[in-house]
């Protein structure tokens, strides 16, 4: 497997200097944000080392080029909007950027784009699967078309009030992506894997990567630590961060020697990219590049 | 503590034929279901072994002559409706209703009703709070008064997808708790403590037995069982009962020699109510007389 | 469910003082030994409640008028001998036998016969498989034709050295069991099914519960204590006796109450006869009594 | 086994009302409290059900016709003082009732008397270990000589600031039962093993029953709980009821099951007795005898 | 955080050669011993990198001037007398020198003294309770005027039969910091947490760094093995040593990730400082720098 | 300790680039593979880095100048047949081939050899013993009088259906290497001990650190994982392969930190040799030397 790490975490930093550090410290990738330029709509969001929109032959030879010099290579690209929002129109903005996204991952050569299929937060699974359906599967299509594979993190985007109850993601456990796997039936629809967002929801994550093995593309290396006390007070129809905590791989509650011994298991050997979204370790660009050594250090002990 | 039942578990007999079975197998209280007469909305809704709008002090004098016969006493009287439900005019006939059975309770000389606060399943906690309050404070008021205690049951009546995402009741949580007694402060307003409904939403369940000693007036002896791999299928974001099952005390994960252990060191000595909702124990009248024996026997090693 | 135990804990009671015994103590059915007449071969073996040979009508309904009396039913005839055992010919005494109580429990109108497979200890599975068909097709076509049901025990029948390395019976796994039922298709051949033997085993004995609900015909309740220092020093390489202890329900590592809640899910609602084989409390022939009533008081709680 | 009682918690009882209580109840022994008439020095201490120092042959022929008449048998005699006090002269008071307690058992035919062997709590093991000697070995051979066996309970007699550090008896864990049993050698020095005693002194309670298993004499039922949230407060030097509530059998950590799967294999079939210090359960005299009854029914499960 | 170690490890090397040796492996920081020059009174004690009572302005110079040099801060300065030992005439010579340090702290420009409050391991943590006071409301207040917080150290300093019962440091529990910091109120006085201590105490040790959060000036990383057959034999009243061992962290039951996920979260960025008692390792000083090594290289993963 | 490997897994490097590969990447020492030139029997055998049999003193000038040149030491040697096999010729060629390698290893000054004692694994432990007392007593010898010691693995040799039942290799437990030692009085006889094998026999792997500490001559590093899905299918019963999967070390179920923390009180400080069967890292010798790096990245944690 290749060690990398999600290039959110340095919105400082230019695409150069993303893979400068990624070289210095020994990572063999990155995966690539890819948000629209502009704002950001939440915390993580917004960052973009490729602008997909823009990018044209040219501009992929010169990104290439870049990561020769750094010899370090793109895991993937990464957008993880709301294409399944309560707003159609602001839904179409989304499913052209991941377009666009798909698009720029080809010119890249690039095999897989990262993203949610979204879920509107105010309806039941059951009552947005036909939408579900009519937007997905031509996103898929034209992923298929050109060759690049969408792997789909398993984040239900639902940690506080803002999102009650049903989070921004559908695609959340074994049971819905048996349903989605079953529904659009394309080798380029697969998953980005992520086994922490499996822990607070109280799932196994070690099974899903043996059933699920041929879909994983991508897996992203987050951990979260659920704290009991908390829980005790306000148990699990709370929203979820009120009971936990999102930490660096070897801080939180994935057994990683488990996790990496089964999928090694597995035969996979894609990347594995770290996610860092643990506010202790987000003071300033210089503590969140230790957070991203820290994660290496630790995790070079199972891979 | 007196060891009863929730008569729901038994629709089809009459008020003597509980308290003769009652009696007759050991039973020292029953908690008497009060609903109004006519259909039921729900399973184990809608009994009636107290017709409490209809009664008067001859009728009470008929009930407590009834429960003298038998060496039988009331625990409480129960009625579960949702008062906080959307529909403000559908909200109002539960609330009424509730007046009636604390009549009815004032009536029969029994210190305890048993019920919910209710929900308006659609909307979050806090979005609903100030119409909890609008609706409690006289409701709490109307009971002090008549020198009856409320007891709110911790279940947060959200099994299905019909109640998807909030459930039909507010008071789940030590933690909405702890609000509730702020905001409303009246020694009349308390707790039906039911230890099944914290197994499912992964908290503990000793801890608050301390923190919430005075406020318990009624305990409920229900238990479930967590299947992990069907949780394992579908998270906690899943509707309970998908990854849920009720179960007579004994089959399913409280502990109850720890339960009672804990209970019996607050100095709580006041009914403790088998309530019956597993489906194995459905199938005849006879076989849910079976279920409260068997119950009653499992109960027994603690009590 | 109705509770029983099987007979052969008391080979010094004749069949009238067995069911006196039964009654007298709340026992709900027997599951009757039916051996042939004759010296045992082993502990706990050779005992003859019914002697199935020499049954005719008349016998039949002598048992039956005795039945009635102590208003105790027959849970199942049971005779458990090693039909795969190596010599063929004393293999051919024990398929005859076997056809004898098939034919005894058609005249009592018993519905099961419980036996093992048997096994060739000295051979793997693989090399046996063949000879396991032989013998069984023809056996599980005699029973299913005159309306018996066979169910087998998981009993692996290897506690010492004397049946090392195989043991006496194959039919001790969920993997096997699915080979079994998948080369011989009869709704007639099921299990009888005894969670103890799972315990030593290292496997689960609950999800079994489930995909094999519709075969299990019978169940025992025994009850095994592993004990880890023991394990410690020999490993499960070992004959199993040199770690384990078979002991009373509620003495050993089964979880009743979890059993019997996935077992009353299931729907089943046959017998559980207790089968003592408890050391410790073989001693007298009273003091297997004892055994027999401190199992029933104890599954009492969960049943 | 045969399951009883100590007396001590009866002690508004006379014998005959002692012994009453406890045929009705369906005990089959009772350990009678054998304290010189006069005051309590602490809790559960003091209690004269066999007047021992003014016993003699007449009145050893009453108790014994009295015993008959309520077919209940005497598991032991029981007096628990401080025979090692720091107080010379106190200690020899102590060790002459103990020698009159000798002599009742042995006019009583009872083969049994319990105690403690005392601590000086201010001193270490080692420091006092001289004195242990020269103070029990002519104990132990006074009571040889009579054919009666001494049962030292393993109770460390640290329950609150008034013992600390050492508490009120040196007996208390396989460590000093060893160095106990090697300086003294006589077959009727043993042990009146409490499991409970082990549970918050943080040791295994099993494997002791197979080491000492001929040395165990008596069996006390009693149970504790140790309170996680208190312990982690002020942790193992902190006195141990600031950690821990002594409770009823089923109320707390002892894992009965196994206790007596356990003992039945060590072939101890002597008393069982049943020792209530839970304070939940001391209101009345009809709350402590429901104590009693509460704990038959739950060991009745496992013995 | 910074990662350090305390330098009573390698008593055979001058400063210069601790600081090289720290800047060598990585260290960022070393807790510089100060006990007094002379003969030490117990294993790690005794070691003087830096001579308190003779520091003058000059010798603080030529100190930091030497730090300078290998790049390497001071995480705080360590000496762990008993200040309040049963003998005054001694228990002041430990103050005195409490003040030497504090002095000397304050001319390097070091915040954190790290000590002991000391304990007359006789009596009960009440019964000194104002002798501790009259002890260190002065000291606390000398170390605030100099602006020097004093970091107190939760060992027991209870390990074998010389220091029993209590141990030499009252500083031991929750329950003891809170009455600690209620009765002697300064921003100054707080703590030098080691979670090791917690774990032979059977306390928990990730709530404490939540409610002490403001109070944790220093963090020491030792960790300890607890051997569960020798705490079987000997219990929780025998002298600690008899069931544990102190080891490197990693070694034992600290679990390092779950204790710097909870730190991280609590804000906390001070040191955290190795401190080797691990008697596998202290065979050379090659040894005890491969301790300091291979604890370093295990520390990282999580911090 | 020393860290190292064992060469099987390089087959395809000669002895110097093992050596410099050894020596590049950190490792201390290495075992090196003594089979005979010619084909391997199985997996990970046959590999030759020392060709015993034609070794003569120039040859083990020759190997220890290479040592030398690349800093690095033998562990051992290490030769694995089996030669209690049931064919006596075949045996007897094991036996004259481990002779070899111990009179290489005099040669050579290392001073253990590694080596299974083997099994006829149609029979079982007895009776095969005098046969294994005939064939080791003068082996033991062979190597006593050349000053060399022979280390047992601890490896059952029992994987698949081809070694059913009893493996190839008796020196598996506890057990079994109290009567080794007793029966073979010898020094010189002692373990190579791999904690892997423990935890598929479901055995403590701890304890015997202890208890053999004096008989541990060297250390494999490997580890296991069990999957409790594929256990609770098969069985302990099965061939082990059927639920286990050998790992690197930290991809298993041994508790690393705990065993060297075991390992390091027991005082030993030979070498630790990781042994690498794990079939995810076998794809490419470039895949086997990453599996190496990873191992010893992570035992580094420890040791």
Redesign the interface.
């Known amino acids: 497997m290749r060690l990398g790490f999600v290039s959110a975490i340095l919105p400082d930093l230019g695409l150069e200097e993303v893979l400068a550090f990624a070289n210095a410290e020994g990572f063999d990738c990155v995966e690539l944000m890819c948000w629209p330029k502009g704002k950001a709509e939440r915390r993580y969001a917004g960052v973009t080392h490729v602008d997909a929109a823009s990018l044209d032959a040219a501009g992929a030879s010169r990104v290439k080029a870049v990561l020769g010099e750094h010899g370090v290579s793109i895991s993937g690209l990464g957008y993880y909007p709301n294409p399944l929002c309560p707003d159609p129109a602001e839904a179409q903005v989304y499913v052209e950027h991941i377009q666009a996204v798909v698009r720029a991952a080809a010119l890249l050569g690039v095999g897989t784009v990262n993203t949610f299929v979204g879920r509107d937060w105010t309806k039941?699974v059951?009552a947005q699967w036909p939408r579900f359906l009519e937007t997905w599967r031509p996103l898929v299509a034209y992923a298929e078309e050109r060759g690049v594979r969408i792997g789909i993190e398993n984040c239900?985007m639902?940690f506080t009030?803002d999102e009650?109850?049903?989070?921004k993601n559908l695609a959340?456990?074994?049971?819905i992506w048996r349903r989605m796997f079953a529904d659009i039936l394309s080798a380029s629809f697969g998953l980005n894997f992520d086994p922490s967002h499996?822990v607070?929801?109280?799932?196994?994550y070690l099974?899903p990567l043996r059933e699920f093995g041929d879909r994983i593309f991508h897996v992203h290396a987050k951990d979260v630590?659920v704290d009991?006390?908390r829980?005790?007070?306000?148990?699990?129809?709370?929203t979820p961060l009120e009971f936990h905590?999102p930490?660096l791989p070897?801080?939180?509650e994935v057994q990683w020697?488990?996790f990496?011994?089964?999928l090694?298991?597995t035969?996979y050997d894609g990347p594995v990219c770290v996610e860092v979204e643990?506010?202790?370790?987000e003071g300033s660009v210089e503590r969140r590049k230790d957070a991203l050594r820290?994660s290496l250090?630790?995790l070079?002990?199972?891979?």
Chains 1, 2, 3, 4, 5, 6 share one sequence.
């Open positions: 039941s059951d239900p639902l009030a009650w109850p049903g989070g959340t456990t074994p049971a499996f607070w929801q109280h799932m196994d099974e630590r009991r006390e829980l005790d007070d306000v148990g699990i129809m709370a905590n930490k070897g801080l939180g020697g488990r990496f011994s089964v090694s298991d035969g643990d506010r202790a370790y820290q250090r630790y070079r002990n199972f891979t």
